[in-house]
C-alpha cells in the first residue's frame, strides 16, 4: 500500500486489537438476508439480530431512501478477531437495536470482493496509520467513506470508546452534522483519488542497483539467531524467498549470492522446526505470535500453503537436504488431504479457534493442535511419549513462551526442540530408530486428535488461490517426480475450468461454493491462474494448458490493462459501486498480481519469441520504476521478474518421445538443476510440438538426432549444440544465466 498523508475526517476511530476470548455462537433465534448467501463468512452472521444486507443495490438503495449513513463490515470466515467482535456486538440485541435503528448494515467477505475492501482499506489506512480485520467503516449513502476503524470492543475500555459509544456519536453526529460530513467524505475520496492514482509523465527507467538495494535492505533486518525478517510477530513472506533465490542463483558464489541463500534456508528451517508448522497434521499456520517461531496465530491459509510449498521445494533442489524434502511433502500432502474438494478444487482456510469440547460451546485458540503433557502420555504410552516430550519440547506446565490469554495454561505447542541426532544420542538409540518412534508417535497423535471438533473449514475455492496451489503442485512433481502432485495439479486446472471459467466470454469468476459466485475475477485470478497453468505446462506439457493460458492472457490485457500509464488495475472499472479503479504495488502474503503478470508475460514471450508480451512486461515494469527504487523491498516478486527482464533465460527443448526412457532421463537432468530464469519445452513430434512450430519457426526444425533424445539449449532461439548426452546436457545447464 502506498504512503498517504492523513486525511481529516469528521471522526477517526483506531482502536488497537484488545484481547478476548473466542466467539461462541448463540441460539438461531434471528435470520437475516446473508442466509441466503455462499460465503461461509457472510453465512456465519446470517443469524446475528443485526438486519445485515450482502453488498448489493437492494442495500445501496434503501440507505438512500431512508438517507441513513452505512456501516460496512469486512472479513472473512477464519477471521479470530471477525469472531470477537460478532460474538461481543453484532450477536448483542441491544447494540443490533441501535444498529439497525440508525444504519443500513453491510457485511462483505474480503476473500469475494478484494476490490470493496481495497477500496475502504485505503481508507482506513490513510486516515488512522493503521489497517486490519474485521474492518469497520461509516459511508454515505454514495458510498463515500467518513469514518474508519477495525476492531471495536463493545464498552468503552482504558479511555478509549467502544463500539457502542462509536455507533451512538455517529448517528448523533449524521442527524446534526449531515451536511458537513457529505462534504468531507467528497474531499475525503477525492484525496484517495489522488494518492492512488499512478504518477504523471514517462515511465521510470529500471535502476541497475534496485536488486543490491533490495538484498541490503533484507539482509538489515535479517534476524540472524531465529531466522526472520524483523521482529515479533513474524509473518512469513515468501516472495522474500523467490526474490533471494534469484540473488543466489545470479551468482552463487559471491558473498552477496551465499548470503541470500544462507538467510533463506536458515529461516526455513527455523519455521520447519517451530510451532508454525503443524508437526503433526503438516502445514503452517498463519503467523508466528513470537520471535522464536513458537506460539502461532493458528489459522492456516491456503495461499501460505502454496507458496511456502515452492519455497521449500526450491531448497530441496539446491541442497537436496532432507528437512525441506520432508516439509514441502507435509505441506502438500496436508493440502491433499484436508484442503482439497472432491472434484479437485482447493479449499479457502481452516480457522485458527475450534471448540475445546465437543458438545460444549466453549471455543479457544488453537484448541485443535494443543496438548497437554497428560494426552500424549495417555496416547502414546509412557516409553514412546518420553523420546517424543524430549524431541517436541513438551513439558508438565506447558511450553508456550507467551500467553497474554491464559488460553494455553499447561497446554504445549508442538515444536522441534532437539535435532534427530541429539534425540537419538540421550536415549541410546540409532537414529533410525529414533525416526522410526517418532513416526509412529506423529501417527499416533495424529489419530488422536482427529477426534477433536475440528477448526471450521472456508470451503470457498477462489480462483485466485488455486492458481497458486496448482503452480506448487505442479512444481512438486517436476522437483519430487511423485505423479500424486502431478494428478492434484491437473484436477485443480480441471475444477477451475469447469467450475470458474466461462468459455463464452473466456473469463473468470472469483470464487465457487456451491455454484459459482456472480462475482467477476479479478487481475490477481488471471494473473495467479496463468501461472499455474505456465507451470502445469512445465510438468505435464500438455499444450492445451499453455492454449488457455494465452487466452487468459490476452483476456487480463483487454479487462485490466491501463493503455495510459501501463500496468493493471485490480478490477475492470465496469462495477460503478467501487469508487477507486487501483492497482496492487505490494507483494505480501500474496505476491501483486502486477508482479506475476510481468513474469508470466516474459515467460510467454520466451516460450513463444513474442515480442508483444516482452514490450508489454517492460511497459509494466516501468511503470513501477519508482517505487522499485525508491522501497524495492516492497515489491521482491516484482524484482524476480526484473531479474528474468535482465538476465539472457534459457529455452530448454528436449526433442524425444513421452515415456521414453531417454526422454525421461533427459527432463529428469534438466528438474535436478536449480535454473529459475527457463523455459522448458518438449518437441516430442506430435500435436505438441505442432503446436509450438505454428508459432515459432524454430520449433520445426527440432528433431531427435541419430534417433536419440536429444536436448536443444538457447537462449532467444539461438542453441549451443544440440546433445544426447547426459553430462554434456549438465554441463550446458551449468553455464552462467547472467549478463554480469
Not at 159 to 169: D, R, T
Not at 646 to 668: H, Y
Request: net charge negative; charged share 25%.
Amino acid at each position: 500500500m502506498k504512503p498517504f498523508t492523513r486525511i481529516a475526517v469528521v471522526l477517526v476511530v483506531l482502536f488497537p486489537l484488545l484481547h478476548a476470548s473466542a466467539a461462541e455462537h448463540g441460539e438461531e433465534k434471528y435470520t437475516n438476508r446473508l442466509a441466503n448467501e455462499k460465503s461461509p463468512y457472510l453465512l456465519q452472521h446470517a443469524h446475528n439480530p443485526v438486519d445485515w444486507y450482502p453488498w448489493g443495490e437492494e442495500a445501496f438503495a434503501k440507505a438512500r431512501k431512508e438517507n441513513k449513513p452505512i456501516f460496512l463490515s469486512v472479513g472473512y470466515s477464519t477471521c479470530h478477531w471477525c469472531h470477537v467482535m460478532e460474538h461481543e456486538s453484532f450477536e448483542n440485541p441491544e447494540i443490533a437495536k441501535i444498529m439497525n435503528d440508525n444504519f443500513v448494515s453491510i457485511k462483505v467477505d474480503r476473500e469475494e470482493r478484494p476490490d470493496v475492501d481495497q477500496v475502504y482499506m485505503t481508507f482506513v489506512q490513510a486516515t488512522t496509520g493503521g489497517g486490519g480485520w474485521p474492518m469497520s467503516v461509516w459511508l454515505t449513502p454514495e458510498l463515500k467513506p467518513f469514518v474508519g476503524g477495525t476492531y471495536f470492543p463493545p464498552e468503552n475500555q482504558g479511555g478509549q470508546p467502544g463500539f457502542k459509544s462509536v455507533l451512538k456519536q455517529i448517528a448523533e453526529a449524521w442527524k446534526k452534522d449531515r451536511e458537513k460530513i457529505v462534504t468531507s467524505s467528497d474531499r475525503i475520496v477525492a484525496e484517495l483519488q489522488r494518492a492512488t492514482e499512478p504518477g504523471k509523465g514517462a515511465p521510470d527507467k529500471l535502476e541497475q542497483g534496485i536488486r543490491q538495494k533490495a538484498y541490503e535492505q533484507f539482509a538489515a533486518i535479517f534476524d540472524e539467531k531465529l531466522g526472520g525478517f524483523g521482529d515479533a510477530p513474524k509473518f512469513p513472506r515468501p516472495v522474500i524467498f523467490n526474490f533471494l533465490y534469484r540473488v543466489y542463483a545470479g551468482n552463487p558464489d559471491s558473498p552477496e549470492g551465499k548470503h541470500a541463500l544462507e538467510m533463506t534456508l536458515f529461516t526455513l528451517r527455523k519455521m520447519a522446526e517451530g510451532g508454525i508448522h503443524d508437526q503433526i497434521g503438516g502445514g503452517f499456520h498463519r503467523y508466528s505470535t513470537d520471535k522464536f517461531w513458537r506460539v502461532p496465530h493458528f489459522e492456516k491459509m491456503l495461499y501460505d500453503q502454496a507458496q511456502l510449498a515452492l519455497a521449500y521445494l526450491d531448497a530441496f533442489q539446491i541442497t537436496r537436504e532432507p528437512i525441506f524434502e520432508k516439509t514441502a511433502r507435509d505441506i502438500l500432502d496436508y493440502v491433499r488431504r484436508d484442503m482439497t474438494d472432491r472434484d479437485g478444487g482447493f479449499y479457502s482456510a481452516e480457522d485458527a479457534d475450534s471448540l475445546i469440547e465437543a458438545g460444549k460451546p466453549a471455543h479457544a485458540e488453537g484448541a485443535f493442535y494443543v496438548w497437554t503433557k497428560e494426552e500424549i502420555d495417555r496416547a502414546l504410552g509412557p516409553d514412546r511419549a518420553k523420546i517424543f516430550d524430549h524431541h517436541f519440547g513438551v513439558e508438565p506446565t506447558g511450553n508456550a513462551p507467551e500467553d497474554p490469554q491464559g488460553e494455553f495454561k499447561n497446554k504445549n505447542i508442538l515444536i522441534q526442540r532437539h535435532s534427530l541426532a541429539e534425540t537419538a544420542k540421550k536415549f541410546g538409540l540409532t537414529e533410525d530408530k529414533a525416526q522410526q518412534i517418532l513416526s509412529e508417535s506423529r501417527n499416533l497423535l495424529f489419530e488422536a486428535r482427529a477426534k477433536r471438533p475440528r477448526p471450521h473449514l472456508d470451503d470457498k475455492i477462489v480462483t485466485a488461490w488455486n492458481g497458486l496451489m496448482i503452480a506448487a503442485f505442479a512444481r512438486a512433481y517436476e522437483v519430487l517426480h511423485d505423479h500424486a502432485y502431478l494428478d492434484a495439479a491437473t484436477k485443480g486446472a480441471d475444477f477451475v475450468a469447469a467450475k470458474l471459467y466461462r468459455s463464452q466470454t473466456k473469463t473468470l469468476v472469483r470464487s465457487y461454493r456451491g455454484g459459482a459466485s456472480d462475482v467477476n475475477g479479478f487481475a490477481s485470478d488471471y494473473a495467479f491462474l496463468i501461472q499455474g497453468l505456465l507451470d502445469l505446462y512445465g510438468a505435464s506439457f500438455d499444450v492445451h494448458r499453455l492454449e488457455w493460458a494465452m487466452q487468459l492472457q490476452d483476456r487480463q490485457n483487454e479487462l485490466f490493462w491501463d493503455e495510459k500509464q501501463s500496468a493493471y488495475f485490480t478490477t475492470t472499472g465496469k462495477d460503478p459501486n467501487v469508487l477507486l479503479r487501483m492497482k496492487e504495488d505490494y507483494d505480501g502474503a500474496e505476491p501483486s498480481p502486477n508482479s506475476v503478470a510481468a513474469l508470466n508475460l516474459l515467460r510467454l514471450a520466451a516460450m513463444f519469441d513474442k515480442a508483444d508480451s516482452r514490450s508489454r512486461a517492460e511497459k509494466l515494469l516501468q511503470a513501477y520504476g519508482a517505487p522499485l527504487k525508491e522501497q524495492p523491498a516492497a515489491l521482491p516478486q516484482m524484482l524476480v521478474a526484473v531479474d528474468w527482464y535482465r538476465s539472457r533465460p534459457k529455452q530448454i527443448v528436449i526433442a524425444g518421445k513421452e515415456q521414453n526412457a531417454g526422454t525421461e532421463a533427459m527432463l529428469r537432468e534438466v528438474r535436478s538443476h536449480f535454473i529459475p530464469n527457463k523455459v522448458l519445452i518438449l518437441a516430442e513430434g506430435g500435436e505438441g510440438q505442432k503446436f509450438f512450430a505454428e508459432r515459432v519457426e524454430f520449433m520445426k526444425s527440432v528433431t531427435e538426432i541419430d534417433n536419440k533424445p536429444t536436448a536443444y539449449v538457447c537462449e532467444n532461439f539461438v542453441c549451443q549444440l544440440p546433445t544426447s548426452e547426459l553430462n554434456r546436457l549438465a554441463g550446458l545447464l551449468t553455464r552462467s544465466k547472467h549478463d554480469k
